[in-house]
């Protein structure tokens, strides 16, 4: 979450002008997205459909595609270039593969392709049964609107598996940024208790919530900064300070950055976020309220 509300269309563009360079500055989000498959091991679940939101160029689209072969997967995404390298990703069928799902009375193994917003799901409620996204939630508005949404789309007994960003994420460079001027340069994220608190509210059951905190090194300032903005992930909000950093702030920044030097190298802190959560059987509503079904036989005439 940023300091201020975000600018939808900024992170839009942002993430399709990254699309071409995503995977080569993409190390840290590929370390996450395995730590995120590997909890999975830990689930009895075979879903016949997955929802994988934020699912950016298909890194972890292209493994959820191998973990169930048989289920049929929606990535989603706000970005069409995106989506277009996850589409070359993915292994393509033949003809005659084409032809028999086509043919056959449940196909299985179909991949969509899905640009919309994840705080506004195209999707039928009940819809799926795994409910799964790797770095993407922090980039909404409403974060609690969106758990609810994502609680919407999930059948009864789904599951909610995601990783996102903690508060401590990048806190060298915003205290950096703090040194020349008071502009919010880096975007704000939610704590992990909040998360839990919100998962609750948003109708999930059981939520199970987990911290790493992994740090990534560079040679320079100017390395992390392509880092960043390699994979789109740059400052998004309404507020922020439009244009480049002229050359003394440039230095003042660079300055108030080194002095987290440590053996020879630039540390940057990310605080990574894992939770997942149940829909449950779905008899409450948003407000509380409890769904009862009353089944009423009319009786006939005479009887």
Not at 34 to 39: F, P
Request: hydrophobic residues 45%; proline residues 4%.
């Amino acid at each position: 979450m940023a300091e201020s509300e975000l600018d939808f269309a900024e992170v839009r563009r942002a993430f399709d002008h990254a699309a071409a360079s995503y995977d080569a500055h993409a190390v840290l989000q590929r370390e996450v997205c395995d730590r995120l498959l590997e909890r999975l091991d830990f689930m009895t679940l075979e879903p016949a459909r997955v929802l994988d939101i934020g699912s950016g160029t298909g890194y972890g689209l292209a493994h959820l595609r191998s973990r169930y072969a048989e289920a049929e997967l929606c990535a989603l995404d706000i970005a069409p270039s995106m989506l277009k390298v996850a589409r070359a990703r993915l292994p393509q069928p033949s003809w005659a593969q084409r032809a028999l799902q086509r043919l056959a009375p449940h196909p299985s193994r179909l991949t969509h392709l899905l640009c919309a917003d994840m705080e506004r799901l195209p999707l039928a409620p009940n819809s799926m049964n795994l409910v799964w996204s790797s770095l993407a939630v922090q980039w909404a508005h409403d974060l609690e609107a969106t758990l609810k949404g994502f609680h919407r789309v999930l059948a009864p007994g789904g599951l909610l598996m995601f990783a996102t960003f903690g508060p401590d994420t990048l806190k060298e460079l915003r205290a950096a940024f703090s040194a020349v001027d008071d502009a919010p340069h880096v975007n704000r994220f939610v704590d992990l208790h909040d998360i839990g608190d919100m998962l609750i509210h948003a109708g999930f059951s059981s939520p199970v919530m987990e911290m790493d905190m992994l740090t990534l090194t560079y040679a320079d300032l100017k390395a992390l900064m392509r880092d960043l903005k390699g994979i789109g992930a740059h400052n998004a909000a309404t507020s922020r300070r439009r244009g480049l950093l002229g050359k003394s702030a440039w230095a003042r920044l660079e300055q108030a950055y080194e002095s987290n030097r440590f053996e020879g190298r630039l540390p940057a802190t990310f605080e990574v976020i894992y939770g997942h959560a149940w829909a449950g059987d779905k008899t409450r509503r948003e407000d509380g309220r409890q769904v009862i079904q009353l089944k009423i036989q009319k009786k006939r005439a005479g009887s």
